[in-house]
Structures are given as structure tokens and as C-alpha cells.
């Protein structure tokens, strides 16, 4: 449903707008008996609200000319009942414990029910206050616009609800440790933004300069996290210039040339900044008899924090530099960039050495063991945990530009040539540490290697886009041909030896790798190796496509449109790299639009 309204308040104009929109489902049951047993159950029921609003008051004062305001709120409830039929391995433990240490298990039955609900409701909201003023000093403009801006997001639900000695997900390490939803902190950017346009128009051409700085910090989910509490500063300034027109052979000509540069900056995600503790369930004792009653599962429990609370905001900047070349009816853009960001978000993933015991029963016990008579033995493992990172190096670079070709009166058709060609290297910064899916005397691998190179590539295309309009306005009929070509893509792996700068043991040690540990029987095995083909460069070869769209005018208010895409296609197939003959088909895709215009 959309309101707007154009009223005055204290004899000053004001528009209102509002909007609400609601999304529900008719029928919860969602069991279907043909894929189904009879006793399991399954029902789903989901309801979203959505309301949106602005308000513009026009001031009209010399120092402030007019007052926006614009809102919006989602609300959504999506949740999930079941009755589900479990079936598990014979002996397979459920661990119990939220803290670090030993303790017993428990043993999951073969089968049984799991009764379960996943309450899910999300919220979001929006509200941006915007002030705007406008002054003329002759030929010169200057257009002042300031405000600031909130987002908001949670969630309100229980999460999954169940029996935790009747998990639905027996093998997940959280099984028996459901979070709420609830508990996860709110995510609140706040910002303020102030922006000065000025524009000049005369007889040395046409000038424009677009200055803006945007101050932004992040509240809610940032407790513990000092380098996330800080204000960061987005500057951004936008320049252009036209030269005065002149003529060639009567031909009309205008060159202009634009130039920009700007800072922003990238907050973490929820998922980043409040993730679930990371538990390690290691078994210490597995005595699983035919007797129920003697049956011991001892379990040593550790609970890793998987925060990085030395996450900072990423950010990046980027260059841009075009012209503009008109004659006529012809039209050129052509426009260059750089971005580089070097602090992304990525996830990292550390190997922690872990020292617990082990218990093992001698003899034939008369009953369920007693863990105080058993002698522990020191047991040394290394379990991988992940991590998020500011390692995520990107660096892009291309060219885009564009044509646009004066109408053909005698076919009645206009065309576009639009491309770019687009260089983009990623690379992660932290060293990355690697162990080889392999075991030693029926073990996993008891050595991490730590190497300067976490699979970097470099990828690059060019391609291109060619619009043909035909208007027939005999038949109130337009015809789009659309031409799309990519002439090559390119992805390459940065260079890399294979050799660890370092390596850590089942004790936590690190040490440097060197050629000495690279002849050791054991440690050789971090000396990775790759097929000689791999590091080679990775090419598609030409690929064409045509799309084609018809639309017929009906009246002055409806227009109905067939289209196909994927018309007909030329794509050759080729060797790939690793001698893979790659054959590739296509599949037109077609349908209908109807517009209908108030």
C-alpha cells in the first residue's frame, strides 16, 4: 500500500510518503507423505512487515532551503517446527559441557525423535535526516547538502529450541550447545555526511567540483573491540571540466575531462564480530560395553574464543580519470580507474596445540569404570580454528568506455558500443598455515607448515556491448538487438615455491623451516607440490551471444515486451589448462513483460 500527501505546516510546504507492505503464508503444513514417515512432522510459518516513509519540508530561507526526513522498518517471523526421526551410528557420543575440562558424556540412542523449533526474527531499520541549501552568486552555483544516517540490525528470536540430549544435528560440534539468536549484540553504523557542489558556467566552459567527507563509527556489536570504537573519516572530491565548444566543418565539439578520488570504509559483519565459540570435543575414555550400565564416556572439552578483537575497519580508496569527446551527435566516454585495498576481511585459520589425557581400562572390569582408578596418559593434538582477518589484499585497475552513435534515419535505428577491460589481483597478506591430509603411525599429522602464500590469483577480462534501437513509430514497435562479447578472460595463480617459512609441532613450538627439515622423513611432507600446469595461466577464448527484445506500444499507457536471451550464441570450445577439452552449449531463455503506466 503507497500514501503520499502535499500539505503545509505553518505555511510551509510539506510531502509525505508512506508505504507498507505485508508477507505471510496461508499454510503452515508443510509435511509431505509421500517423501515423509508418519510420525515425523514439519511446519513452517513466515510473516514479514515492511514500513517506509519520508517527509520534505520546504524552509525556503536564505540559510537553509529545505528539511528531509525518510525512514524505514522490517519486521520478519520465520519459524520452523519438526518432529524428526534420527538415526545414529552405534556408541556415537554427544558432548555436554559449555566450559573448558573433562567430564562424561553421554551416549545418543540408535534412533530416536528429535522435537525441534528454529524461531528466526530479524530486524532492520533505516533513518537518514537530511538538511539541503541552495545559493546563485551570477554564473556561479553552490548546492550545500549535510545530514546523517542510522542503520539498525538484530535479531528478536529464541533460535533453535530442542531437548539437548536429543539433538536434531547429533554430529555438529554446537549440537548440544543452541545459541539465541537474541544473544547476539545489535549492529548499529552511525554516520554523518556534509557535501558542497559548485558549479560555474561561462565563456571559459563549464566547471564543477564536488567535495564531500562522511564520518562514520560503529556501536552495538563492538565491546572488546578498541580499533572498531574510533571515527573513521571518508573524504571524496569529484572534479569536472568542460573546454567551450567549438566547430569543425560545422560539426559542433566539446571535450571534457573528469577526475575523482574518494576513501570509504567497510564494517565488519555480525557474523564477524559475534561469532559462536569454537568447542573441541576430544575423547579422553570410549568404554562402550553390551551392558547399558558399565557403559564410560569421558570427554575433555575446549572452548575457543573466535573473535579477533584486533579487527579494524577495512577500507579502501580509488582514482578515476575519463574524458568526454561529443561531435555532433557522437558521443565518446572513456573513463580509467584504480582501487586498492590492502586490510579486507578475510578469515584466517590457526592451528592450536591442545594437551589433554587419555585413560585406558586394563583387564576385564567388573562394572562401569571409575576414571579416578585409571592412569592418564598426556595426549598432544593440533585443531584447527578459523578466525576473521584484516589479510585480504585487493588490487583492481581497468578501462571502461562507451559510444554512442547518431540515429540512421534510413533504417530508423540508433546503436551503443559499451566496454571494459578489467584487472583484479587478490592476495592475503598473513602467512598461511597448512597441514597435509595425511597420518603418521595412525595419527593425523602431528606438524603445521606456515608459508608466505595463501593461494593469491590474478584475473582479467575484456568485453564488450553492442545496442542496436530500431523504433518504428508506424507500428508503435522497437526493436533491441543486444551484442555481447567477451574476447578473453584470464586468471593466473601468483608464484610460489612450495616451501614453508616456518612450522609448528604438536607442543606449540615454531621454528624455521629450513633445508635441513626439508630432508627429515617426517617434515617433508610440508614441502607442498603442485602439477607443473598449475601455475600456468588459465584463458576462456571468445564467447558471443545475442540477445533480442521486441516491444509493442498499446495505447499511451501499456507497453508489452517479448524478449529471448541467448538467442544464438557462438561459443568454440577449447583446451583448457591440465589438457581439459572444455565444450560449451548455451540455453535460450525467453519471456514477457507488461508494463502498465497511471
Known amino acids: 500500500a503507497n500514501w503520499t500527501v502535499k500539505t503545509t505546516l505553518a505555511t510551509l510546504p510539506v510531502s509525505l510518503g508512506m508505504r507498507a507492505n505485508y508477507i505471510g503464508t496461508l499454510w503452515t503444513e508443510r509435511t509431505d507423505p509421500d517423501l515423509t514417515l508418519r510420525i515425523e512432522k514439519y511446519n513452517a510459518y513466515y510473516s514479514r512487515y515492511q514500513l517506509s516513509g519520508e517527509a520534505e519540508l520546504m524552509v525556503d530561507k536564505p540559510w537553509l532551503a529545505s528539511v528531509a526526513l525518510t525512514t524505514s522498518f522490517d519486521y520478519t517471523e520465520d519459524v520452523l517446527r519438526r518432529v524428526k526421526n534420527i538415526s545414529v551410528h552405534g556408541g556415537q557420543g554427544l558432548p555436554m559441557s559449555n566450559v573448558h575440562g573433562e567430564y562424561e558424556g553421554l551416549y545418543l540412542p540408535f534412533e530416536y525423535l528429535s522435537t525441534y523449533s528454529l524461531v528466526n526474527k530479524p530486524i532492520l531499520g533505516y533513518t537518514r535526516l537530511e538538511l539541503k541549501e541552495n545559493w546563485l552568486w551570477g554564473y556561479l552555483t553552490n548546492a550545500l547538502c549535510m545530514g546523517t544516517e542510522l542503520r539498525l540490525e538484530g535479531n528478536l528470536g529464541k533460535g533453535y529450541s530442542y531437548d539437548l540430549q536429543r539433538p536434531p544435528a547429533p554430529g555438529a560440534p554446537t549440537s548440544s550447545r543452541p545459541r539465541r539468536y537474541s544473544d547476539v549484540p545489535f549492529y548499529l553504523p552511525v554516520s554523518?555526511?556534509?557535501?558542497?557542489?559548485?558549479?560555474?558556467?561561462?565563456?571559459?566552459?563549464?566547471?564543477?567540483?564536488?567535495?564531500?567527507?562522511?564520518?562514520?563509527?560503529?556501536?552495538?556489536?563492538?565491546v572488546g573491540y578498541s580499533?572498531?570504537?574510533?571515527?573513521?573519516?571518508?573524504?571524496?572530491?569529484?572534479?569536472?571540466?568542460?573546454?567551450?565548444?567549438?566547430?569543425?566543418?560545422?560539426?559542433?565539439?566539446?571535450?571534457?575531462?573528469?577526475?575523482?578520488?574518494?576513501?570509504?570504509?567497510?564494517?565488519?559483519?555480525?557474523?564477524?564480530?559475534?561469532?559462536?565459540?569454537?568447542?573441541?570435543?576430544?575423547?579422553?575414555?570410549?568404554?562402550?560395553?553390551?551392558?547399558?550400565?558399565?557403559?564410560?564416556?569421558?570427554?575433555?572439552?575446549?572452548?575457543?574464543?573466535?573473535?579477533?578483537?584486533?579487527?579494524?575497519?577495512?577500507?579502501?580508496?580509488?582514482?578515476?580519470?575519463?574524458?568526454?569527446?561529443?561531435?555532433?551527435?557522437?558521443?565518446?566516454?572513456?573513463?580509467?580507474?584504480?582501487?586498492?585495498?590492502?586490510?579486507?576481511?578475510?578469515?584466517?585459520?590457526?592451528?592450536?596445540?591442545?594437551?589433554?589425557?587419555?585413560?585406558?581400562?586394563?583387564?576385564?572390569?567388573?562394572?562401569?569404570?571409575?576414571?579416578?582408578?585409571?592412569?592418564?596418559?598426556?595426549?598432544?593434538?593440533?585443531?584447527?580454528?578459523?578466525?576473521?582477518?584484516?589479510?585480504?589484499?585487493?588490487?583492481?585497475?581497468?578501462?571502461?568506455?562507451?559510444?554512442?552513435?547518431?540515429?540512421?534515419?534510413?533504417?530508423?535505428?540508433?546503436?551503443?558500443?559499451?566496454?571494459?577491460?578489467?584487472?583484479?589481483?587478490?592476495?592475503?597478506?598473513?602467512?598461511?598455515?597448512?597441514?597435509?591430509?595425511?597420518?603418521?603411525?595412525?595419527?593425523?599429522?602431528?606438524?603445521?607448515?606456515?608459508?608466505?602464500?595463501?593461494?593469491?590469483?590474478?584475473?582479467?577480462?575484456?568485453?564488450?556491448?553492442?545496442?542496436?534501437?530500431?523504433?518504428?513509430?508506424?507500428?508503435?514497435?522497437?526493436?533491441?538487438t543486444q551484442l555481447q562479447c567477451v574476447w578473453f578472460s584470464r586468471s593466473q595463480s601468483l608464484p610460489f615455491d612450495g616451501r614453508p617459512q616456518y612450522y609448528r609441532d604438536l607442543q606449540g613450538n615454531v621454528k624455521p623451516f629450513t633445508e635441513a627439515e626439508g630432508k627429515d622423513p617426517k617434515l617433508q611432507f610440508l614441502m607442498r607440490e603442485f602439477n607443473r600446469e598449475y601455475f600456468e595461466p588459465d584463458v576462456t577464448p571468445f564467447a558471443l551471444s545475442v540477445n533480442l527484445k521486441v516491444t509493442k506500444e498499446i495505447g499511451q499507457h501499456a507497453r508489452l515486451a517479448f524478449f529471448v536471451n541467448r538467442l544464438w550464441c557462438y561459443l568454440p570450445s577449447y583446451r583448457a589448462k591440465f589438457n581439459r577439452w572444455v565444450t560449451r552449449d548455451y540455453t535460450p531463455y525467453f519471456g514477457t513483460e507488461l508494463r502498465i503506466t497511471l
Not at 192 to 205: C, N, Q, R
Open 192 to 222: 554523518l555526511y556534509l557535501e558542497d557542489k559548485i558549479a560555474a558556467t561561462g565563456g571559459l566552459g563549464d566547471f564543477e567540483l564536488v567535495a564531500g567527507l562522511r564520518a562514520g563509527w560503529l556501536r552495538g556489536a563492538t
Open 227 to 480: 580499533a572498531l570504537r574510533s571515527v573513521q573519516l571518508e573524504p571524496r572530491i569529484n572534479a569536472y571540466y568542460a573546454f567551450p565548444r567549438w566547430s569543425i566543418a560545422t560539426l559542433p565539439v566539446q571535450i571534457a575531462l573528469r577526475l575523482g578520488w574518494g576513501r570509504q570504509t567497510k564494517w565488519p559483519t555480525l557474523d564477524q564480530l559475534a561469532p559462536t565459540k569454537s568447542y573441541f570435543d576430544l575423547q579422553s575414555l570410549n568404554y562402550y560395553s553390551l551392558n547399558e550400565a558399565w557403559r564410560l564416556l569421558w570427554l575433555t572439552t575446549f572452548v575457543e574464543d573466535a573473535r579477533n578483537l584486533t579487527l579494524r575497519p577495512s577500507s579502501y580508496s580509488k582514482w578515476e580519470l575519463g574524458t568526454e569527446w561529443q561531435i555532433a551527435a557522437l558521443r565518446f566516454e572513456l573513463t580509467a580507474f584504480y582501487e586498492s585495498m590492502r586490510n579486507g576481511f578475510t578469515y584466517a585459520t590457526h592451528y592450536l596445540p591442545l594437551e589433554y589425557n587419555v585413560y585406558k581400562v586394563t583387564g576385564i572390569p567388573s562394572g562401569k569404570p571409575k576414571i579416578d582408578d585409571l592412569s592418564p596418559q598426556k595426549e598432544y593434538v593440533l585443531k584447527a580454528l578459523g578466525k576473521p582477518a584484516n589479510s585480504l589484499s585487493t588490487l583492481k585497475r581497468g578501462i571502461e568506455f562507451r559510444l554512442l552513435l547518431p540515429k540512421w534515419d534510413l533504417i530508423a535505428t540508433s546503436a551503443d558500443l559499451s566496454g571494459a577491460y578489467f584487472h583484479t589481483t587478490y592476495d592475503i597478506s598473513e602467512p598461511e598455515e597448512y597441514r597435509p591430509a595425511i597420518r603418521l603411525d595412525g595419527k593425523e599429522y602431528p606438524y603445521v607448515g606456515i608459508y608466505a602464500w595463501s593461494y593469491g590469483r590474478y584475473y582479467e577480462q575484456l568485453s564488450t556491448t553492442a545496442r542496436l534501437y530500431t523504433h518504428l513509430p508506424q507500428l508503435r514497435l522497437l526493436f533491441t
